[in-house]
């Protein structure tokens, strides 16, 4: 068939009634004509018409061979049971309604979760070749550590193996080319940074080799979205200078639209290597490299492992080797990856409860309509034409769940998006695309086998005597049956949900109590950089950290101000190594660099000799204040009873210029431990410097308020203007939100999982409501007939229950043998609660109890509310 | 391809199978556009006495050569002063015309030898 004859054949089934009236018309022309012919030869009129219509052949049979001829057959068929199921949907407009809305729900709130999933786990990074982007570490005996930079950079003289390599550090910077200044963020990388991920610019040019050489030019390149909304899209952005802490960087590229929005950096410039970091001992380098095209991972590890043991004679950590692991591996967390199939496997229960119970609400449907189909089949439509005709129904339902399923799921992509988009990648684009269309269009089909081919091949089994003389008494055996077995299963699965759910708020709930060795009510933190052009020196810093305090601390409403490099529960960026002195053995301490007022604001007991004072100054003998958890480590390791008074040596950060250096510093006090790394981590071993003698560039203000801490923020802008109005404010946040912040990870899947728990929690109760009505309504007759015999609606009552329990009983047991075996999925991602705990099944199985029990009692009682005079009268 | 109904009373035989469109199409290209009930009137008067033909079996064909593009369809008035369709040749037409006419021509000549070959 050529196009065009296919073409015209579809174009005849939509035009059908203008064709038949056309082919009438002609008809009519014909055997007048004929009839006209025949009278002028003679004929008499009744003679001539039937001659006519004679040599005319049989009009009925000939219009058939036309439509036959005309279009396509089958697709006319389909067309006309479309039709019909539309017109019968119409006619039942409950169902519809329900039935689209429960698919609806089921594929929108899995197309919403596959869009995650895919974007996270399954696409490709939004970048070519993205399998040759890899992550360069250090193996350390408990996993990976940054590299040094002289490391790095023999790392960058392997060509063979990598065709770029490139450092990447973040940096904020007080943007100040408008009015007031803004904190921007941005990455500082090696000049190949962007042939790593061979990203082009939009506008200009990325980094060229040799700007990330020490005397180059200062020069930027903006992502997309910040040309866009710090430059209005202005194309002559180039050359324009960009003052970034007072200095100004020349813009010589834009990146074009994409992941790199996504990104929290705005602005990247060249990493120029100070003299004092060229060195092996500061392990602080995380390089991103894109493998040459050939390489694979493996021959990569061979070679940098070949590279490791010709280097041994200058590393200085002997027992650490070179690893290379796949970028798109390192970008995604195990926690993140496991929340995600976490709650993608939820989602896909929701769905398999949701279809169950259009299955349920399709059979119900279909009993009911067995005299319909007898009757149809008994007028001779083939079993097969009635299972088109079921399935086309069920096709129809799929396409507008399915549609308003979609639109359903961009709806929650877009609620959600804001939410989750933290916890993801950078490279992560959330979007309704093409894929997650095709996988909707896969969980259809899926779902149209399930409920709509069973439910037809069910409902057109039944024979027509049988379908005719059941009448409309007794509940269909079989069909019940397996409507049973639907809500048991259904019942399950939502206890194996809720099971879930209970399991991680609970977990949750732990976390939550954990005691972060910090009083975190009342207290407000932000983030300040000094620009190193307006304090290029120590002692400027210490002046401004004094100045500010001061300031602050004069301010109303303010009980206590503190500077500190770091917050509670955000981790601790520095990490060193301690020494006694004479003692070859060293800890990995965590170093965090305070200002007298941060143990007060935080309320941290001093435990045995001082905190950080305002003496211990620059020039003042160098102390350290440690916790407890050093404290007893000390005390392990070296049997050092009271640390108090002892000399230890730690490497101390320098300041812009200044390089790091080894300082000997006095042990002056030991104070409670406060959680660092987070509320589910151990307390790690922190030793405190006083912030004057080791300032930083980059710190955070803590304000402990008396007042709602909010409400002092005003006053705390404006001391921080009147100190240098040239240093932006930036992360405000509450240390109530900190803490909410750093739980984030284990939040989000015990909220997604609670919600998902919900859904089926109703849904297994609307299954076990519809089959109940469904039965109630069946046995209207038999309930009167009791009644009328002498049974109370007690009786009744407890008639319909034993029912509703005997289902929900068996879901429950089902469900609590499958939660046994699934929770154990849940085990990393709890918190000091077992896969098992009893208290949680236990909650989790009463909570699905008691919402079956409510759905099961609206039909009971409606059973007992029936009037056995009207059902007998009636059905008599 | 339809089967035409054969009137079996009389002594004439159905139009040959398959050829029914080249008939049609032939009898547009001698005799210009026509309607349906002249194009049957015509190919009775041809065949005269050989074929009987259900006159009404013709418009399956003819919708069937209009949605190919072989013939084309206008409005027109009848000679009882009825609207009707008038079926001319397409440019198309004509050339699957003239392929049907030389495969004709073909499948006769094929059919003769074998019937001189028996002799």
């Known amino acids: 068939m050529n196009p065009r004859l296919a073409l015209a054949r579809l174009l005849a089934m939509f035009r059908k009634r203008k064709l038949d009236r056309e082919l009438q018309e002609e008809i009519l022309v014909h055997l007048e004509l004929a009839e006209h012919d025949a009278l002028s030869r003679g004929l008499m009129p009744d003679e001539a018409r039937q001659a006519a219509r004679r040599n005319f052949g049989g009009i009925e049979q000939m219009k058939e061979d036309q439509r036959d001829n005309r279009s396509v057959r089958w697709m006319e068929n389909l067309l006309r049971d479309f039709r019909y199921g539309l017109a019968s949907l119409a006619r039942d407009p409950g169902f519809a309604a329900i039935t689209i809305g429960l698919l609806a729900l089921g594929i929108g709130a899995n197309s919403a979760m596959f869009s995650i999933v895919d974007a996270v786990l399954l696409k490709p990074l939004p970048f070519p070749n993205p399998e040759r982007l890899v992550r360069v570490w250090e193996s350390t005996p408990n996993g990976h550590n940054g590299t040094t930079t002289l490391t790095f950079l023999d790392w960058k003289r392997q060509t063979d193996i990598f065709e770029a390599l490139s450092a990447e550090g973040a940096f904020r910077a007080a943007l100040t080319t408008s009015g007031d200044p803004a904190r921007v963020s941005g990455k500082v990388v090696s000049a190949d940074y962007f042939e790593v991920f061979g990203v082009k610019a939009q506008i200009g040019r990325t980094f060229a080799p040799g700007e990330d050489q020490p005397g180059a030019a200062r020069v930027v390149v903006l992502s997309h979205a910040f040309w866009r909304t710090h430059f209005a899209a202005d194309p002559g952005v180039l050359n324009r200078d960009l003052m970034l802490d007072g200095e100004p960087h020349t813009v010589i590229g834009v990146l074009p639209a994409g992941a790199f929005d996504r990104d929290e950096a705005v602005v990247w410039k060249p990493m120029i290597f100070a003299p004092d970091q060229m060195n092996r001992r500061q392990h602080w380098l995380a390089p991103v490299g894109r493998l040459r095209a050939g390489v694979s991972l493996d021959q990569a590890r061979a070679k940098m492992n070949m590279l490791r043991a010709s280097l041994d004679g200058v590393i200085v950590q002997k027992k650490w080797g070179f690893t290379v692991d796949p970028f798109m591996q390192m970008l995604v967390g195990d926690t993140l990856r496991r929340s995600i199939y976490l709650a993608f496997g939820a989602v896909l229960l929701v769905l398999l409860i949701a279809c169950a119970n259009v299955a349920n609400l399709a059979l119900a449907k279909g009993a009911t309509r067995r005299k319909e189909m007898a009757v149809r089949a008994a007028l001779g439509a083939s079993r097969g034409r009635l299972i088109a005709q079921l399935l086309t129904e069920s096709l129809i339902l799929c396409l507008f769940g399915g549609a308003a399923g979609v639109a359903f799921g961009a709806l929650l992509l877009h609620l959600a998006a804001p939410w989750v988009a933290a916890s993801l990648p950078f490279t992560a684009d959330l979007s309704m695309d093409l894929r997650v269309l095709v996988f909707a269009a896969f969980a259809l089909m899926a779902v149209l086998v399930l409920v709509g081919l069973l439910p037809s091949l069910r409902s057109s089994f039944g024979k027509l005597s049988s379908a005719l003389n059941q009448g409309p008494r007794g509940s269909s055996g079989s069909n019940a049956t397996m409507r049973r077995t639907i809500v048991i299963g259904e019942v399950a699965a939502s206890v194996i949900l809720i099971c879930g759910a209970a399991l991680l708020f609970k977990s949750l709930a732990k976390l939550q109590q954990v005691d972060a060795g910090v009083r975190i009510d009342h207290v407000i933190t932000m983030s300040a950089d000094l620009p190193a052009a307006a304090y290029p020196t120590p002692d400027r810093a210490i002046r401004f950290y004094e100045a500010i305090v001061q300031r602050l601390q004069a301010a109303p409403g303010v009980e206590q101000a503190a500077l500190s490099q770091g917050l509670p529960l955000q981790g601790v960026q520095w990490g060193e190594f301690l020494n006694l002195p004479g003692v070859r053995e060293s800890l990995l301490v965590r170093l965090k660099l305070v200002d007298p007022g941060y143990f007060s604001a935080f309320q941290i007991p001093v435990q045995a000799g001082r905190g950080i004072e305002s003496r211990d100054r620059a020039g003042a003998t160098p102390v350290v204040v440690i916790n407890e958890e050093l404290a007893k480590q000390l005390s392990r390791t070296f049997g050092i009873p009271s640390a108090v008074g002892r000399t230890v040596s730690i490497g101390v950060p320098g300041y812009g210029p200044i390089p790091e250096s080894l300082v000997t510093l006095q042990i002056v006090g030991a104070i409670g431990n406060e959680r660092t790394a987070g509320l589910n981590a151990p307390p790690e071993l922190v030793a405190y410097l006083p912030l004057a003698q080791v300032p930083r560039q980059d710190f955070k203000i803590v304000v402990r308020t008396r007042s709602a801490p909010s409400a002092v923020m005003p006053a705390i802008r404006e001391a921080m203007h009147q100190i240098d109005p040239n240093v932006p404010l930036g992360d405000v946040m509450t240390m109530e939100q900190v803490r909410e912040n750093s739980i984030l990870w284990a939040r989000q899947p015990t909220w997604a999982v609670g919600a998902f728990a919900g859904v089926a929690a109703l849904l297994a109760a609307l299954g076990l409501y519809g089959v109940l009505a469904h039965s109630v309504t069946q046995q209207r007759r038999e309930i009167g007939i009791r009644m009328a015999l002498g049974a109370g609606s007690g009786d009744v009552l407890s008639h319909v229950m034993r029912s509703a329990f005997a289902m929900l009983a068996l879901g429950l047991a089902v469900g609590l043998a499958g939660a046994f075996i699934l929770t154990r999925v849940l085990k990393t991602l709890l918190f000091q609660v077992s896969a098992l705990d009893p208290l949680a099944l236990a909650v989790a199985c009463v909570l699905m109890a008691a919402v079956g029990i409510l759905a099961s009692w609206i039909p009971a009682s409606r059973a007992t509310h029936v009037d056995p005079m009207t059902v007998l009268r009636d059905e008599g | ?119």
């Open chain 2, 1 to 119: 391809m339809q089967m035409l109904a054969v009137n079996m009373s009389e002594n004439k035989t159905d139009v040959p199978y398959g050829t029914l469109d080249l008939i049609i199409l032939k009898t547009l290209d001698t005799m210009g556009p026509m309607h349906g009930y002249r194009i049957a009137r015509r190919i009775e008067q041809v065949a005269e006495n050989f074929v009987r033909l259900n006159q009404g079996s013709i418009y399956p064909a003819l919708i069937r050569l209009e949605q190919q593009g072989w013939i084309g369809t206008k409005w027109g008035i009848s000679e009882t002063k009825r609207k009707v369709k008038f079926y001319s040749l397409t440019r198309t037409g004509l050339k699957q015309l003239s392929l049907e006419v030389a495969k004709w021509e073909r499948s006769t000549a094929l059919v003769a030898r074998f019937l001189e070959a028996e002799s």
